[in-house]
């Protein structure tokens, strides 16, 4: 049967599994993070990401006008625009990651970076609120 | 206690102690192997899977948690039937002959009790469903009784042949262990005997699946269709006593095909005569004798096939395997004639 | 004797939460032992809003991204069909190379979908290897999905006059290397699926739904196809590059010269579409012409003429589980939608369930509910509750057709000036 010989085949090459962050769970997630910031044990590193991989936003103050062009397009509502500043702010945990508003800013001053691994406790904690 | 007189009686502490000591070596391989099993079949199927000690973490952390009892099952029977389960498979196992020696009460029970014994196990599985009150457990324990009822009959006609064709050589009961360990069947019989022997130990590695549930008889507890059959409503201690029973079960079926058809030992081969050395060389030589066998009726057919249907199954136990054992019986009885 | 006639069925649920089931949806079994003896099926947990947040809250281009999250696995054909019944109704015309990028995108997701439905009935089966097997495989086109448009699930690719993202020559070689990749197992697939004696027993002869059931109940996509109805939207009605390209709905009669109707059929129904898939990406990739990719690159205007827009357009695409339709109307100085109806292949296929399902045993539920392709996320229906007296009813057919005459009354009343 073919399905007995692709087994057998399999038995004895390497897994497909992905070892990303280990290999086996760890007893403990906190005390594992903890050794890999001392570094004692490393993390397995994730695949890489395609160019053009839509992560999380990136924010160039300095070129947005404040037209609120990204605001009426965004499907989530994740944009909300400062008035005194006529800049925005963009929160990271209502993001689609549509990358909408980076297609119709005129000054092309979002863009999406390839960072990926934004787990966090609190939905506006600094990394998951962008503001720059 | 004296191993090498033909009957011989155990003082009681003897028979407490080794059950004891059987217990839990039966309880720790079973785990071990079903373990193993997990490993190989994830790398069989291209992936890491769980670490070899897995099932041992199961267990505890089976037994930490609550013991869900349904309203409407009757509670007493639906707590009984895990310890039932659990205390015949390790009964099963004093009577087996493991690790290369004598079983332990083998003066006491034989092949016969064997069979009715290998009942009790499965039956305390389908009571425990059915005092369950769920409609995926009464599922589940129908088709449990089906497949108990059809797969009794090609394993009876196994284990007879081959007690029969024993009992044309000897005057000793055939039924005993130490007869069969005595008489291996391939030294008895010739060429067209070993096609009817064939027939047989595939007759038992096909019962062995049905036997200790796993793809494809392991209908009564198919977790896509009935999502968890005989066991949906066990949890807790109930269900850590399940499972430890299940392998155990896994290791008795595999040491019952081993003993009947592969009851050889390694040390007189290789000449060792001490007592410690021969019982470590005989014990580990076991251990691979069940991996092998495990592997090719476990482990193997539960990764290559999909699981059959209850018509399917049952067409399978009463009339393909009966027909290839009573094929085999008749071999073994032309060759002896021939 | 009234004895005899004693009540002997009992009913299982299965779901909304069940191991065989991939989205809540409840089937009631009345089962006599093991033989299914009549089936009920309740639909409406996954009911989220999507058709009111389009006509209520969102401007159409907001609308391109809640239609690609109506599904998962139909990310494409909910947006494509979307934006094009946009742009019937306000008169846009997308630039040819974006018809073709819309093409290649639409035949890797059928790739895709078809590859998980492969894995998923394996396990229904209890074939955990095979399944393990098919979605290893299926990483590659999620790797090349990923490659192609940032994402490996929602692709975002559409966009009301084009698509946003170019394919460039650069691209194609990756491109070209995956397909051949499953060109080269394509056939061990085909051997694993086809020729397996275990998957043969328990998919040949379930599940049978006859060429007559399937035009009376209107099933649409490969469960249709599989019974002998050669029907299928990029053949019938050839719309975007479909129309340059000849496509042929895909039937089991090309393999095995006899449609049966079961399981077994439609398994060869999605391997053969899968080879389709890929010939037409090839095609598609030959025969992309140079140009635009969108009809209007400034996103402000789309917006702005979008507003101004007045007409109604209807959008059908052939999604991996049959046919897809999307109705919108759009007013003129109204920002959101006037109208939007989604008409998901599921909904169509959920009534040839019960017909399927009756006179089978318990064990043939899981694989024969999951042959139709099953995308529940894309179903919703209409309960009422009622807030004032917090009680649940469910609308009669009656009632049901009471409102829909309503409805098109109010439409129409709309239209007319």
Known sequence: MEIVKILLKQLLQTPATNKFPAKYAPKSTIKFLDRIKKGELKLTPPIAVPPRFRGKISYNREKCTGCQLCLKVCPTKAIEFIPEEKKVKIFVARCCFCAQCVDICPVDALAMTDEFMLSSYDKYADELVVTK | MDWSSNSYSLTTVAIVVGS?????????????????????????????????????????????????????GLSWLFQACPFICLVVSILLLTY????????????????????????????????????????????????????????????????????????????????????????????????????????????????????????????????????????VEYSGRNLALFYLADTIRAFVMVSLVVALFFPYNLSPVIGIGATAPAVIVDSLFFLLKVFLVMFISVILIRTAMARFKISQASYIYIIAMTLIGLVGLILIHVDMIV | MKNEEMETTYTIPVGPIHPALKEPIRLDLKVDGERIVDVDVVVGQVHRGIEWLGMNRNNPIQNIYLAERVCGICNISHPFAYVMAVE????????????????????????????????????????????????RVREKIMDLIEYVTGNRVTKAMFQIGGVRRDITEEQFPRIRKTLDYYKSIFD?????????????????????????????????????????????????????????????????????????????????????????????????LEEMPPGAIL?????????????????????????????????????AGRETLATWKIRAPTYVNLMSIPTILKGGQIADVPIAFASIDPCISCTNRAMVVDRKTNEKSIMTYEELHQLCVEKTRRLSNGLVK
């Not at chain 2, 079949?41 to 952390?61: E, L, N, S, T, V």
């Not at chain 3, 694993?192 to 998957?199: E, G, Q, S």
């Not at chain 3, 089991?252 to 898939?277: A, F, H, M, N």
Request: proline share 5%.
């Open chain 3, 88 to 135: 019937h109704a306000a008169g846009i015309s997308p630039p040819e190379r974006a018809e073709y990028i819309r093409a290649i995108t639409a035949e890797m997701e059928r790739i895709h979908s078809h590859l998980l439905w492969a894995g998923v009935a394996a396990h229904e089966i209890g074939f955990e290897s095979v399944f393990y097997l098919v979605w």
């Open chain 3, 188 to 284: 061990q697939l085909k051997t694993v699926f086809l020729d397996d004696r275990t998957i043969r027993m328990r998919a040949k002869n379930v599940g049978v739904l006859k060429r007559e059931d399937a035009l009376k109940l209107l099933a649409v996509g490969p469960t249709a196809r599989a019974s002998g109805v050669a029907k299928d939207v990029r053949q019938d009605q050839a719309y975007s590059a479909y129309a340059d390209l000849d496509i042929k709905a895909v039937t089991p009669d090309i393999l095995t010269g006899s449609i049966v109707g079961d399981v077994y059929d439609r398994i060869i129904v999605r391997l053969l579409e899968i080879k389709q898939s890929m010939e037409i990406i090839e095609r598609c």
């Open chain 2, 96 to 231: 087996i002959p493991v690790f290369g020696q004598r079983a332990l009460l083998e003066g006491y029970g034989d092949l016969v009790l064997i069979l009715y014994l290998l009942i009790i196990p499965s039956l305390a599985l389908v009571v425990g469903g059915f005092a369950s009150s769920s409609p995926f457990a009464t599922v589940g324990a129908q088709r449990e009784m089906v497949i108990m009822m059809s797969y009794e009959f090609p394993l009876a006609v196994a284990i007879i042949a081959i007690a029969w064709r024993i009992s044309h050589v000897t005057d000793i009961n055939p039924f005993i262990f130490s007869t069969v360990a005595q008489y291996p069947i391939w030294n008895q019989v010739g060429p067209v005997g070993v096609i009817g022997s064939l027939a047989l130990l595939f007759t038992l590695l096909v019962v062995t699946p049905g036997e200790v549930a796993k793809v494809p008889f392991d209908i009564a507890e198919a977790e896509t269709e009935i999502a968890g059959g005989l066991l």
């Open chain 2, 20 to 72: 004891i000591i059987l217990a839990l070596l039966g309880a720790f391989f079973g785990l071990l192997y079903r373990g193993i099993d997990r490993k190989l079949a994830a790398h069989m199927q291209g992936r890491i899977g769980p670490p070899i000690i897995q099932p041992f973490r199961d267990i505890r952390k089976l037994l930490a948690k609550e013991s869900i009892i349904p309203d409407g």
């Open chain 3, 295 to 331: 009809a209007e690159p400034k996103m402000a205007k789309v917006l702005n003429t979008l507003k101004k827009a007045e007409g109604e357009g209807v959008g059908r695409h052939e999604a991996p589980r049959g046919e897809v339709i999307h109705y919108v109307r759009l007013e």
